[in-house]
């Protein structure tokens, strides 16, 4: 499977360059009979479109999806799904003067390295708007996993301080990073394939797949190398009258925890506590403040970027990181169905 | 691939309960002709093996490893590596209390509601033993990476807080966390597979898959959030006289970068600089004291755990973190050579 | 990796319905500096293009794919592909008949049973215009391939007959089989992954992936089964003044073999002579005589099957098998890259 | 995944040389809670242990199976199985004469281009000793799908036949081909992955990844070639009195077919009729008369391989046939879980 695929049953193959024609991407492996229109794709799109709050880029990106395979009469068919996009409002000449240099903090440099040529018109492929490919998937794997009341909340964790922090930078022509805080409610136990394909190991790998995304925690996380096993472990409780611990199989006990330190992770399988987990996003690396970096012929310049970018990419990622997680879980679903006999 | 295969064409496959015959590991699609001992398995294996400063378990675990099959006259073959331990001075009769009740920190609960059934000796494949398949892998890896001088080196974060503490909590038959940091040096820039196979990706995924892993950061990492982009870019510079960086394919000329808050990885590539990474594991759930558990019939029950348990993973766990790490490498190392014509 | 995408590094995955909007592919992992235009997409897409000789549908196809990323500048990025061709002269009506019933020799109702529902309009995803996605993943592979002047040539084995068969039988409203003979030259030694991706395995999975196709077999094939091994055998000879041959890796000396019984693969590797193939084309099952088969409710019905249709797919096959074997091909080669330090 | 592990779900990974210290096979992605004993997989080993008939090798192979992993009170725990066979009765110097020449049929002198070394002794990992693992996965796979009712039969096409001829040409020091045919019972329909994971696509990639495989056909093959539409379609006919035809999901109706010239497969799925297909195997490479070669310097050498050898693979090859069989049935039979909500 390509660099540009996610996933083992349930994937996720994306596709474009920010310049180019179009970006899109094609769902495999979604069951059939998932009820399933365009307008929850639509929607889930407007929530990473640039918005108020004095942290976006100013690019109109209208982000109009056309399903172009896999849905029939309103559900899909089994078949692949394939989304596109067509790319407009596209200023390609801001980014002539990146054609010959590198710009700090991107992946520019490596870029040429690993491949020997680059898109450079509004970052190519490693443009931020790649990410539209990732939330067509989320659309869709949200879809599927609505019939198992599974839902996914993503939050700023600081989000009145990000907002006046934005309002300041961007008038210095600077930007801001931030954290992200992510919970999945309504997963059964059990999901996640140990050793290698356990729960978090996946989510880790599809959030810091995204990019400027520089850590992850779960539960406790990082403040869980602080703590004492004692004050760790969440207690295993009796379930009381919580209703989907009633229905385990095997004769599995209903059961609850004390606490959440975990973050609904165990020895990489959900235990049936919320899944919860924070993501830290590192400031948008595209500044208006001129910075050293060099040019083809390896000698140093001064590089302004020009052209319009986000003080903050986080108000946006939030459907983003949820995409991600939605996609993980629905193939930790299917996969999961093969546990046992 | 299952859930115990890790990697596209450096491939880790482990196999093993704590307390069956023997636990072991296929290491697959490492390239023919990479100089290889049993010594280097048996030293990585030492490192892992309970020892000194107060914080391990006393059960004695030689870890005496049998290559079956892969190497020829010193070399590897092209064909898979298999490396067996036989399990040895297991105490299987110390978890007759835990076959009926799940232990807190542990995926006991959620693994029987995974697949119904669980081997309770030890942990059975939930056992931190099953690290040992991965030490076996990244052995392997690191001595394909050494003729590229790629090298790995792994320590705690805060070494003799964590001695004091552990002695601290052992006598009260508590536990501890703690934070492990990993650099890699040597790396050539542009590893990583854009855009879901990048290589902080790989890393996160990887280190999320080791047991008690709880998070995970790169560079600055949740620092990087609270940072403005002016700080946190960090700027281009010739090479001077590095050496590597002077033999650049396609004409790339040789940079350097001013520090590293992107820990040695921009848009999910590496850049060239050392890629560095801290990993939090939790502290050990296996404690000596009271806690409140249920047991199979859901009725609540008090658990003591005895057996004989580490009080902190930490300095057994830089083996296994600067393994995975190398298994990660010498897969992209490979995957690398697909980039361009 | 769903079901709709194929290969390991260089990789292929296909959607759409017939009768939907658009068909499509994405092609992942082509290496970066492939020159590629969409003439070369076009112009193989338009050898499968229902054509003369009395064998084909009479439905328009004008196949006009559209390249929407991957290329800049005329060659490939290292990023994805992804082509579409927009559906057009689609009737869908003609096959309203087809709704409520299956057609023998189809996968109706065994699509059904599976999915529990299908676009039953042309097909949809069963339909045969499928195969176009096949043959843009093959004008990928193909120009990375010329590169190393590896080519591709397939033909009718009994080409006079099948025309004179095909118009005999398509008065009659009936249809033919046929078979397709494949040849590969420019193949260096040593491709093929063993155990399980051994190139006459990869092959010939991807042989009987393409619809109708029944059997495969490689030089002497079944003849073989028949043969002494003093027979079979092809000596191996000096290799005399053949041009590849000469520049071997590891001192492996030059060497020709005297015949090609093995049909260019010894133990699932290429052994320098041409790859060569045959492939088994059942009749379309698609005719215009009166069968036997069932309704939804299980109730038997006769079925005319309307629409236009081939007589023989054997001749728009052609392209579709040096596509499918061009995309082993290429695949094999990334990874053998990764076959020795 | 590495070339020397097959599947998606359900997988298995061998491992091996003949002539070192043991082969094995790992079988992952078996669900939990199947009923499996050591005796089912010696009594599977046992069938392709040289037998009577004058076809085998009179090399003694014990075969005696060891589990190292993965069953807990005789059944299956959801993790790896582990199954290792210490070769013994090895005569290596029987080897040293091949050295330094490569043996007509077989990969030697692929391999040493592709890998630039290999194990000589014994063909190493080119030995028809690696189905072993084959076999033991093939077991494991049966027993899963023994649950469901679905058996697997491989016979000889021209058993009397061959036996006659075997041993006219041992006295000869020659060797003969076969064809082995099977037939899969119990296979509910729909099974196989469109487009790319076909049932028949996956099986004959399984098959041909047999050794000495050269060629497969399903049903009526390539027969079918020179038939008629109106010949080669199997009328649907209502079921009938037949068991499982009764219990179909989504409402499909019960169904039979006239004939079974589809050998089983439609579209690449499972139709409910018996799978059929017909395996070519060559004659034994390794042959006692003088054959052409060349040496390591590239001159011409003449060669008589000694040691004992089969005069023909078929009838130990049944077994290998069917476990590869089951196998792809195993993986699919999982994989079809995922297809519907």
Redesign the interface.
């Known amino acids: 499977?390509?660099?540009?695929?996610?996933?083992?049953?349930?994937?996720l193959?994306?596709?474009?360059?920010s310049h180019?024609?179009?970006?899109?991407a094609?769902v495999?492996?979604c069951?059939?009979?998932?009820p399933l229109t365009i307008e929850e794709i639509r929607s889930e799109l407007a929530r990473r479109r640039p918005g108020g709050g004095g942290t976006s880029t100013t690019r109109a990106e209208p982000d109009d999806p056309?399903?172009?395979?896999?849905v029939?009469?309103g559900?899909t068919?089994?078949?692949?799904?394939?989304v596109?996009i067509r790319n407009a409002g596209a200023h390609s000449s801001d980014y002539d003067a990146l054609k010959d240099c590198?710009r700090?903090?991107?992946?520019d440099?490596?870029?040429?390295?690993?491949?020997?040529?680059?898109?450079h018109r509004g970052g190519?492929?490693?443009s931020g708007r790649?990410t539209a490919g990732r939330v067509i998937g989320g659309a869709v794997a949200k879809a599927?996993l609505a019939?198992s009341r599974i839902s996914f909340h993503a939050w700023l964790q600081d989000a009145e301080d990000l907002v006046e922090k934005s309002a300041a930078?961007r008038v210095k022509g600077?930007?801001?990073?931030?954290?992200v805080v992510c919970r999945v409610e309504g997963l059964?136990?059990?999901?996640?394939?140990?050793?290698?394909?356990?729960l978090?190991?996946?989510?880790?790998?599809?959030?810091?797949?995204i990019?400027a995304?520089?850590?992850?925690?779960?539960?406790?996380?990082?403040a869980?190398?602080?703590?004492?096993?004692?004050?760790?472990?969440?207690?295993?409780?009796?379930?009381g009258d919580m209703w989907w611990r009633k229905d385990?199989?095997?004769?599995?006990?209903?059961?609850s925890f004390?606490d959440n330190?975990?973050?609904g992770v165990?020895?990489?399988?959900?235990?049936?506590m919320p899944l919860e987990f924070k993501v830290?996003?590192?400031?948008?690396?595209?500044?208006g403040?001129e910075?050293?970096?060099?040019?083809?012929?390896?000698?140093?310049v001064p590089l302004t970027v020009k052209g319009r970018h986000d003080v903050c990419v986080c108000p946006r990622a939030l459907v983003v990181v949820e995409a991600m997680a939605a996609i993980v879980i629905a193939d930790l679903m299917?996969?999961?169905?093969?546990?046992?006999?």
Chains 1, 2, 3, 4 share one sequence.
């Open positions: 499977m390509g660099g540009n695929s996610f996933g083992k049953l349930f994937t193959t994306t596709f474009g360059e180019g024609p179009a970006i899109g094609v495999d492996g069951p059939a009979g998932v056309e399903i172009l395979s896999g029939f009469e559900k068919l089994g078949t692949p799904l394939a596109i590198y700090p903090g991107h992946a440099w490596c870029w040429e390295a690993k491949y020997g040529l680059r898109d190519g492929r490693t790649e599927f019939l930078v600077d930007s801001v990073g931030g954290v059964p136990p059990g999901l996640g394939e140990p050793v290698f394909g356990k978090d190991a996946a989510i880790a790998g599809a959030m810091l797949s990019g995304v520089k850590g992850i925690e779960f539960g406790a996380g990082f869980a190398a602080g703590m004492r096993g004692s004050e760790h472990n969440d207690a295993i409780l009796p379930a385990l199989p095997f004769g599995v006990p209903a059961a004390a330190h975990s973050g165990l020895g990489g399988l959900s235990n049936g830290a996003f590192k400031p948008v690396p595209s500044i403040r910075q050293k970096t060099i040019d083809r012929s390896g000698n140093p299917l996969q999961n169905r093969a546990a046992h006999v």
